[in-house]
C-alpha cells in the first residue's frame, strides 16, 4: 500500500455511507466493535498565526468529527482504528475508523476497501485538477497593469 495513512479518511469519505457500510457488513459479523474513545463531532476554532509578529489568532469554526474504534475478533485479536475528518457526521466517521483498523491491520476485505481508497484518490484530484483550472483562469499579472498605467501617463 503506497497511500499515506492520513490520506485515508479523505479519500474513502468520497464514497457514500451505504457504500462503505454494505462492504464492512459483509466481513464484520467476524467482529465486536468497541469505542477507545467516545465518537465526537462539533465544532472547532481554527487557529492560525499572523505573519508578521507570529501572534495567534482565531480564523473561525469548522466542523470537526473523530472516532477511534477497536475491533475485537471472535478469537479474542484486538485491532485499533482511528479518523478524523473536517465533517460533523458521526456514523460516517466511525465508519471511516472501522475502515482505517481494516486497512492498517489487512484484515478480511482490506483489498475492496483499498481499491474504493484508489477510486476516493482518483475523484480527489480530479477536483484538485478542476480547482487549479479555476484558479489559473483568474491570475493575474502585475507587470502587465503597471505597464498599462505606464502608458496612461505618457
Known amino acids: 500500500m503506497n497511500i499515506p495513512r ?10 457514500s ?7 464492512l457488513d459483509e466481513w464484520g459479523s467476524q467482529w465486536t466493535i468497541r469505542p477507545v474513545q467516545l465518537t465526537q463531532t462539533g465544532l472547532a476554532m481554527l487557529q492560525l ?6 501572534d495567534p489568532y ?3 469554526e469548522i466542523p470537526l468529527a473523530s472516532a477511534w474504534v477497536e475491533l475485537v475478533t471472535s478469537d479474542g485479536e484486538r485491532f485499533q482504528g482511528a479518523a478524523q475528518l473536517l465533517d460533523d457526521d458521526s456514523e460516517k466517521i466511525e465508519l471511516l475508523a472501522v475502515c482505517d483498523a481494516v486497512l492498517a491491520h489487512r484484515l478480511p ?12 484518490l482518483h475523484q480527489l484530484s480530479e477536483q484538485q485538477a478542476v480547482r487549479n ?6 491570475r493575474v499579472d502585475f507587470a502587465l497593469l503597471n505597464a498599462a498605467e505606464d502608458d496612461d501617463d505618457d
Not at 476485505?109 to 476516493?120: D, F, I, K, N, P
Open 58 to 60: 482565531f480564523l473561525g
Open 133 to 138: 483550472a479555476m484558479l489559473a483562469k483568474t
Open 49 to 54: 498565526r499572523d505573519s508578521a509578529f507570529n
Open 109 to 120: 476485505g482490506w483489498q475492496a476497501l483499498h481499491q474504493l481508497l484508489e477510486m476516493g
Open 6 to 15: 492520513h490520506d485515508w479518511p479523505k479519500a474513502l469519505a468520497c464514497q
Open 17 to 23: 455511507k451505504q457504500t462503505l457500510k454494505a462492504l
